[in-house]
């Protein structure tokens, strides 16, 4: 029973924040939105370790999809950057503002990119595309990110500035133009790449939030170098460029993992 005690563990951390944010709002909507979505992420790393190969892309559709659908278009709250931005600026501690705390701001001391992995409905829609493994070296554009960044604050910081009416609506339909425009761009420099993850790598602004926090993530692919024959095959089929064999934290591109097991589950030594 000991090998089930992580997903144990991530549903009682998930239980928690769930708890306490119900009884301190008021709100039953966090109760259930927190439970939701731990419990989605604990069946993943149940079924994961029943080495079920469609673990990752379960909880992938099943929170992705509830972010998506249900908050962003049902609910109709903004949960891009720009909703963050939005909600961090009237002082709102809504939806967006603590998806953004809980799993890119805080969140990835404990589980570096776990959000990019399973939770991302970006990323939900790309990995079905056929370029998994990427085929070439990581370009260096990877600047493109700040800019990205910096235009939805700019483009949030202007709204207000202008005091711009009926900003709520605005919100939604840049959540939908903006989704929009992601998938297009996600897809487009897919098959540019030839690479499902480029758009992560070289594009999205929330790895800016993400990046430095990962650096110190407790939850890390480490390997056993005794084990270790160098074959190379966890860097061939990882789809960020990370060199999981040195386990350091200066590692190159240490802190763009997702926390996919493809190298663990690729590894024929059983080093990872």
Not at 111 to 124: E, V
Not at 201 to 215: G, I
Not at 225 to 234: A, L
């Amino acid at each position: 029973m000991k090998k089930y005690l992580l997903p144990l563990m991530m549903l009682l951390v998930f239980e928690t924040i769930a708890f306490v944010l119900w009884l301190t709002k008021d709100n039953l909507f966090y109760l259930f939105n927190f439970s939701y979505i731990g419990m989605a992420v604990s069946l993943g790393i149940f079924l994961y370790i029943r080495k079920n190969r469609f673990a990752r892309r379960v909880v992938q559709l099943l929170v992705g999809l509830y972010m998506l659908v249900y908050l962003g278009l049902i609910c109709q709250e903004n949960m891009q950057i720009e909703g963050f931005w939005y909600y961090l600026f009237t002082g709102v501690f809504e939806a967006a503002t603590i998806h953004y705390a809980v799993a890119k701001i805080f969140g990835p001391l404990l589980f570096g990119r776990g959000w990019c992995g399973y939770a991302c409905w970006t990323a939900m829609v790309l990995d079905f595309l056929p370029y998994r493994v990427p085929a070439g070296p990581r370009k260096k554009i990877g600047w493109i990110r700040y800019i990205a960044f910096f235009a939805s604050l700019v483009f949030v910081s202007a709204m207000f500035l202008m005091h711009v009416k009926n900003l709520e609506h605005i919100m939604f339909r840049a959540f939908i133009i903006g989704n929009g425009l992601y998938y297009a761009a996600g897809i487009a420099l897919a098959f540019l790449f030839k690479d499902n993850r480029a758009f992560c790598k070289y594009v999205c602004p929330v790895t800016v939030f993400l990046k430095p926090m990962s650096y110190f993530s407790l939850l890390r692919v480490k390997c056993d170098q005794d084990k270790c024959v160098s074959c190379g095959r966890c860097r061939r089929v990882c789809p960020m460029d990370v060199d999981v064999t040195d386990n350091s934290r200066k590692r190159k591109n240490g802190t763009e993992c997702i926390l996919c097991m493809e190298c663990v589950k690729n590894c024929p030594k059983n080093a990872l």
